[in-house]
Structure formats: C-alpha cells, structure tokens
C-alpha cells in the first residue's frame, strides 16, 4: 500500500501540520518555562539523580522481562493457530488502553500483601510491595503489549517461507527460531525493545498505586516530578525536560532507519499469514 | 494519569464558569440562576458538599460548583487564572501563595483545623496502639511526603517526638496513603482524623497526644476577579457561621 506512489492531498498536509503542532507545542511551551539558570543545580540534585538512575535501571530491567516474555507470546500470536487466539490478543493488548492506574489496582489484587499471589509470596518471605521489583512488575504490565505489537507486525510481514525452507532442510523448531526468525525480525524486535523501554520509563499511575513513592527505591522520575510540582515548579519542569531528552533520545536511535518494523518483505509472504 | 485529569477538571472548570456567565447575564444579576465557584481542597469533600446545599436551599436559582483538589494544585490553577469565586485551602502556606499574588479579596480568615491520626487495617495487624510503635521494626508504615502539608505536619510531630520513622512509602496525597492502609498493603499510615473518620469502617483510627504538636489551620477567601463577590461573601459566612462549624465539626475537623 505504501509503495510507489506517494501523492499527499494538499489538505492532508494542512491536517498533518496541525497535527505535529499539537505534539510540539506543549513541548515548546514548557521548554519556554525552564529556569535556565538553576537548570543544572535542579536536575543534578540528589533527589534526581536517584530519580533517574531508578527509572534507567528499572526501565532497563522491565525491558528485559518485556523481552523474555513477550517474544514467545509474539510467535504464538503470529505464528501459531489456536481457539481463543483472537481473544488472546485482546488480552493482552488490553494494557494498552486501560488506564495506567487501572493496571496498579490490578496489580496490586494479584502481587499486593493480601493478593491473589502476593498472599503465597509473603509466606514465602518475598515482599513485592513497596519494593523496587513492584516497579518493574508495573512497568513490565504497562510496557509489554509494545513489544509484542511491534514483534508480532515484524513476524507477520517477514512471513514464513524462509522457516519453512530451513526445517525441510532438517533443522529443528529451536534452531529455525534462533538463526532464522529471530534474524529475521531483529529490527522489529529491536524498535518493539525501545518502545517498551520508553513506556517504562514514563509510567505512573501503575507504579504509583502499586509500589509506592520511596527515594532510591521506588520514587522513579515521573513520581519525583509529581512530587517537585507540589513545592518546586521551576525542579518539575526542569525534571520534566531531562526526562523528555532521555526519551527522545532513546526514541530516536531506534527510528534512525527508514523502515525499522521490517524488511522489504515480498508482498505474497506479507499476505500469506491471513487471519485465522 | 492524574496530570490530564486535572487539565480536564480545569478545562470543566472554565467551561463551567463561561456557561455560568452566559446564564448569568440576561438575569440582570437578580440574584437567580447564578454559579458559585468554589475551589476547596481535597479533605473538605464531605463537608462543603453539604454546606453547598445548604447554601443552595437558602439562596434559591443559585448553583454552588465545587471543584476539590490538592491546595497546591487549586493554588497553580488560580494563578494561572481559573475562575473561582471562592478558595478554600487545607495549608496556610498555598493560601499564602495565592493572597501573595494579590488574587483574593481581604484577609483570607481560619475557619477550621485538623490534627493527624494513626491509621490501620480493622484487624490492626502490626498491633500499633501509640505514635511510637510507628517507629517499631518491621512496621510498614506509610507517610505523605514532606513536600506536601500532610507529610510535613508528620516530620514535625516526629521531630518534637524524637521518634525515627521508616516509612515503606512517602505518598504524594494523603488519599494515597489512605488507600495503602484500605488495601491492607501498609500496617499503618499517617493521615488527618477527618479523613479516618470520612474512611467509615474501611480503617481503624488511633488518635495520638503528639498530633497537637503540628495543627493544621485551614483559611477561606474570596476570589478578587469573582463576579460574585457578594454570593462569595454570603458563602464565606456560612462557613464560618455557627451551621457551617457543626457540619466541619461533625466531619471531624476542629475549631480554628
């Protein structure tokens, strides 16, 4: 569909204007509200500098668990046939549109002290509540659908054929899974990674209700930013840019290619996998 | 989350208030179909919502909208010019804000206090029975932080108490930690005795003598840019009158 022709009605790009301003003026406005001058004593603060290192390592650990977990559900959703699958997906997408706080409720009745598993942790001697892993717990719920969207797009447009060739040469699932497909979808599961990375990082409603607000172990930078805006808006806005830069960054090494979702597939393997 | 709630709260707020404008106008101020805005914080949800009706029964075709939030955020949101009529904060010091920036009318006047309370889980797990069993090991205990008034009223009573809490958790909003207690997640929190008593049987209260070392005074004003100065006033009145201290007192709140 997007291939070869490219005629933009004029009207389009009026709409598309309007619609890149509506992203960056907010952004240029609280650019415009920095305190310049006590910019670098506010974000290097004690109190951010922990905020951030937080959010870096749990974000980098929720990304992580994102991949572990959502790599598997990716090719089960992608390749796989089985009843419920549709539903499955909704399921799991869900985090996507339910609001963040939503999810620590949730959360919370399943790992929280008198929850569904949190009850058998506790007799255990695992607390996750208030700990730094309830974060990453948060942050891997909100985060993982990310990956698994981006993967499972990649898995579908690379198609299939090459697996097939490679097991009637003889290979095995596991081998076809390790020097096939996962070669095959590494932009798309690179750019699913990142994703999930900045969603991590920005998260909390869930992290709020869910984990708590600690310095050091669970007051990541968005917390700490809501927190500042109480007594501090020029420490608030000035968090709020660093976190902003940190994200763009992270965003934008990733989208440096043109296609990063996959490569140039071939239109009858991009079609082959129908819906089931 | 909460930043886009509280963009639409304000947005409701505007758009509230323009309509208000529009209703008011052909009346000729004539007193009927007219709005009172008032901006209160967040603990006096319970309360304000009776002396609003109140108000509206002895005012008649005079709408009272009540917009309840953190004394913090209501304090940015006028003076960023929302409109209101009338500001009611839980802290001198957002009150103090908002009169520094020459936004209310005459000297803003207490009309209420509030203390802290223990509050736990109905089974009281931890089994906390004074101000210093918050500081035992192993008690999960969870605070406001000290940026906000809840959480420093606590550093302070801690301070003159000599008692070193270890909060689990140092919560933005006393809801916050409220909703940790509720959820059985903390084994105690420290929150106001109106909010302990607004929880019903959710929470079990432990008042303590040390809370008198840091009382909160909560001051009423009105708003300088208000249309409706003397509806604000007449609100203004009935807080402070003999009705509106019984209703604050029944909610659990103490006199000035």
């Known amino acids: 569909m997007r291939h070869g022709y490219s005629g933009i009605p004029r009207w389009v790009l009026g709409l598309a204007a309007a619609g890149a301003l509506f992203v960056l003026l907010p952004l240029a406005a609280m650019v415009a509200r920095v305190n310049w001058a006590q910019f670098i004593p506010l974000v290097t603060s004690e109190a951010s500098l922990t905020a951030l290192g937080l959010s870096l390592r749990t974000a980098a650990a929720s990304t992580v668990l994102c991949v572990l977990l959502g790599v598997p559900l990716a090719l089960v959703l992608a390749r796989g046939e089985f009843p419920g699958q549709r539903l499955l997906r909704s399921f799991v997408l869900l985090p996507l549109v339910l609001p963040p706080v939503v999810g620590g409720i949730a959360l919370l009745y399943t790992f929280g002290r008198q929850g569904l598993l949190g009850r058998s942790l506790e007799l255990a001697g695992i607390q996750v509540a208030f700990s730094t892993t309830a974060v990453v717990l948060a942050q891997t719920f909100v985060a993982l659908p990310f990956l698994v969207v981006s993967l499972e797009g990649a898995l579908r447009s690379a198609g299939s054929r090459y697996e097939a060739v490679a097991a009637t040469l003889g290979a095995r699932p596991t081998t076809v899974l390790r020097r096939v497909t996962v070669p095959l979808v590494l932009p798309g599961l690179a750019s699913g990674a990142v994703l999930s990375f900045a969603r991590s990082l920005g998260e909390f409603g869930a992290t709020l209700t869910f984990a708590g607000s600690l310095q050091g172990v669970t007051r990541t930078l968005p917390l700490e930013i809501y927190l500042q805006r109480e007594t501090d808006a020029d420490a608030a806005v000035a968090l709020s840019l660093l976190l902003v830069a940190v994200a763009v960054i992270v965003v934008g090494l990733s989208y440096r290619g043109p296609a990063p979702a996959g490569r140039p597939a071939g239109s009858p393997a991009a079609t082959g996998q129908g819906r089931p | ?256």
Do not use: W
């Open chain 2, 1 to 256: 989350m909460r930043l886009p709630g509280k963009a639409a709260a304000l947005l409701l707020a505007a758009a509230l208030a323009a309509g208000a404008a529009g209703c008011a106008a052909p009346d000729g101020g004539g007193g009927a179909g007219k709005t009172l805005t008032v901006f209160a914080a967040a603990s006096l949800k319970a309360p304000f919502t009776a002396l609003a009706r109140e108000f509206e029964a002895s005012h008649p075709g005079t709408r009272v909208a009540l917009s309840f939030a953190g004394s913090a955020d209501l304090a940015t949101q006028l003076s960023q010019g929302a409109p209101a009529d009338v500001f009611a904060a839980a802290d001198q010091k957002n009150m103090a804000k908002v009169a520094d920036a020459a936004l209310v009318e005459g000297a803003p006047t207490d009309f209420a206090s509030n203390v802290l309370a223990i509050a736990v889980p109905p089974a009281n797990p931890a089994n906390i029975g004074s101000f210093a069993d918050l500081a035992r090991p192993g008690t999960r205990l969870v605070v406001c932080a000290a940026q906000v008034p809840c959480g420093a009223a606590a550093a302070t009573i801690a301070g003159r108490a000599g008692v070193a809490l270890k909060p689990a958790s140092e919560e933005s909003a006393v809801t916050d930690v409220l909703g940790k207690v509720t959820s059985g997640e903390a084994d105690a929190g420290l929150v106001y005795v109106t909010d302990v008593r607004a929880a019903g049987d959710k929470v079990k209260g432990i008042p303590f003598p040390e809370s008198a070392y840091a009382v909160n005074k909560y001051p009423v004003a009105g708003v300088r840019t208000s249309r409706n100065k003397e509806l604000a006033a007449a609100f203004i009145a009935l807080v402070t009158g003999s009705e509106g201290q019984k209703i604050l007192a029944d909610a659990g709140f103490g006199r000035p």
